[in-house]
């Protein structure tokens, strides 16, 4: 568990992080989202240490960082950065031992612990661990970035806008297969995005700043239906809310008796993807792979309450 207890950042006079607590149980994804210059990467910093805190304290697992030599903290806490941050002139083995090497490994572990997390993220190790960054896509780029901080297998995982430079396909894919390996290794994570749509699909929580000032904590749905303030109306887009809401609950919850003409929908597609569906093909009701249907009405009446709360 990461507790956050009144964290607090000034730079000359002005407080950038101001007064800030949230904790983020763990195996949870956090996402902190707010306007450029809202304080995001000064509070993700503060909790590795790479920026020091003017005031308040970081728990993790009850222990306060400020008590923990910062270069053995930040060994102990992935951290991946938009753009990557890959040693141009390493391997890429070289760049994802980093901190096994660090810390000590022995080389048949830390080869191992390469070969092991390039397979996760798909791609073939013979093929890939002597390749030099440059002969990589941005996507496999992105993808060593992340297996370089969860190479040491830390409980936290740090991101700053890790997807911020990859086209909508390839960050869509890339952010599944992050929710992927995060459920997998039960690690507990933090990331920074400017991208609302980001923080809905990774986040079990959202934090939602502006200058320096927490203004909402909770998970999607909370801040989708009831933001606590204008600010997050307007960062949320009011128009798009009701998507967003359908697209965090799978079909199978609002199956209903029936029978309906054409192609199924598996029952992990969203609301979202049943509701595009519908319209796409013309047609007021979709059979579910399984059994059962699922009607328009159903999809609207899902959509409505945040109609509501938007008025
Ligand atoms: N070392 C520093 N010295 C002085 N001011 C700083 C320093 N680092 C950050 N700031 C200021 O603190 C504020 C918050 O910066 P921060 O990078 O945390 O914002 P952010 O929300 O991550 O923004 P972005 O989305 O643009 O990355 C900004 O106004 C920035 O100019």
Redesign the pocket.
Known sequence: MIEIQNLT?I??T?A??KDVSLTVETGQIAA?V????????????MINRL?EPSAGRVLIDGKDTAEIEPHLLRRQIGYAIQGHGLFPHRTVAQNISTVPRLLGWTQDQHRARVDELLELFQMEPADFRDRMPHELSGGQQQRVGVARALAARPDLLLM??PFGALDPVIRAKAQQDLRDIQRQLGTTLII?T?DMEEAVTLGDRIAV?DK?ELLQYGPPSEILTTPATSFVSDLIGTGDRPFRLLSLTPVAEIIAEGQAEGAEIPREASLRDALAECLWSGRDRLPVEGGGIVTLDSLRAQAAPTARAAE
């Open positions: 950042r730079y000359g002005t950038v992080v902190l707010g306007t450029s210059g809202s304080g995001k990467t000064t509070l993700l910093r920026v700053d806008e920074v400017h700043m320096g």
